[in-house]
């Protein structure tokens, strides 16, 4: 099937991918009168009496706005936030599908950071979450950590999410390999916004917080200029700050060079940069997450030529799909069910444990659930509010 051609047809039949439903038919003069005036003052005025009776009386909680400004859309790049819709409008769908949890695209013709932070604020009331997608690095982490104060969640996704995932499989990785997660050398490949939410995912593994054992032994960042070290006069803001505990040996070099003797690669970049041979200079039994779309920084048969035990990619046609859908969701959904002020480190550990015991029989070509399987959200979810701290709540 042409995917290309076929999807563009159904978008232009289906004239977007959403709507709006009404919860309740408005057949009659009382129907009206109840749904909407008078009787629509009596839920206003209780809510301006006790603005927390919001979460009672309106759509405030189950929606989440899915916010970009187009900046960083897939694999296409700062298209815009025109272009960007059709990817919004597919993640709201897909809240809806594996979550329950209603939500609307919102795409900002501004990409301008300050703008888009007094936005989000400005229409905050609507929504019970906030979801951030493809918005460019580093802007992406600044306007996450300013929004935190908003009283419900805020979490960029393509960090977020997909570093969960990353973490569930590298878990049962370990299970099927009898590798000890404490033993382990870890390369990442890319620092943008996913490159750098996994190093954070696993530097709060390295400090314990709440992780249940998941703490790794050594972790390296490499950027398009090699490895991310302390001599480097280029780094921004977010590379600098992980340096105070990701290369502890402060090496240099290039990506092939700090590949040696490592156990993992995670790969969140450009495609075919690794060869066979490549992953042969690696520990026994590496882990390989090679995650650019639509190509892999390596191919799984190639990966495997070399000696990898166990390969995911982000590719749907292949296996181990490191795949988003299997996060975000649940997440949400136990936010907010559990009433969350944020997401918490917490949280997301709490999601990606789930999301590894959701794989019944762990094996080679399976260390993560089926991207489609329906009970995945639900034990997130409920793995999720069950992780929700007192203080966390609104």
Known sequence: MDYFKESL??????????????????????????????????????????PADVWKYTIKSNMVAVVTDGTAVLGLGNIGASAALPVMEGKAMLFKKF????????????????????????????????????????????????????????????QHG??????????????????NIQDLKIVINGA????VAIAKL???????????????????????????HAGRTD????????????????????????????????GVSQENLLKAEDIATMAKDAIIFALANPVPEIMPEEAYKGGAAVVGTGRSDLPNQINNVLAFPGIFRG????????????????????????????DRENIVPETLDMSVGPKVAKAVLDAIRPEDRL
């Open 9 to 50: 047809n159904l978008h232009e039949s289906l004239r977007g991918k959403i709507g709006i439903q009404a919860k309740m038919d408005i057949d009659s003069r009382d129907g009206l009168s109840l749904l909407y005036s008078p009787g629509v003052a009596e839920p206003c005025k209780r809510i301006h009496a006790n």
């Open 335 to 362: 936010a907010l069910d559990g009433h969350a002020r944020r997401i918490t480190t917490r949280m997301k550990i709490a999601a990606a444990l789930a999301i590894a015991e959701a794989v019944e029989h762990i």
């Open 235 to 266: 780094l921004n803001d977010t590379k600098r700050s992980l340096l105070s505990w990701t290369n502890p040996n402060n090496v240099s070099g290039s990506l092939h060079d700090v590949l040696k003797g490592a156990d993992v690669f995670i």
């Open 192 to 195: 943008g916004a996913a490159g």
């Open 202 to 228: 696993l530097d709060s593994a390295t400090r314990g917080e709440d992780l249940q054992g998941l703490a790794v032994k050594e972790v390296i960042l490499c950027d398009t200029k090699g490895v991310v």
């Open 162 to 179: 997909t570093a969960v995932v990353v973490l569930a499989g590298m878990i049962n990785a370990c299970k099927l390999l009898n590798k």
């Open 99 to 158: 979550g329950g949890v209603d939500a609307f695209p919102i795409c900002l013709d501004t990409q301008d950071t300050e703008e888009v932070i007094e936005t989000i604020r400005r229409i905050a009331p609507v929504f019970g979450g906030i979801n951030l997608e493809d918005i460019s690095a580093p802007r992406c982490f600044e306007i996450e950590d300013r929004l935190q104060d908003l009283g419900i969640p805020v979490f960029h996704d393509d």
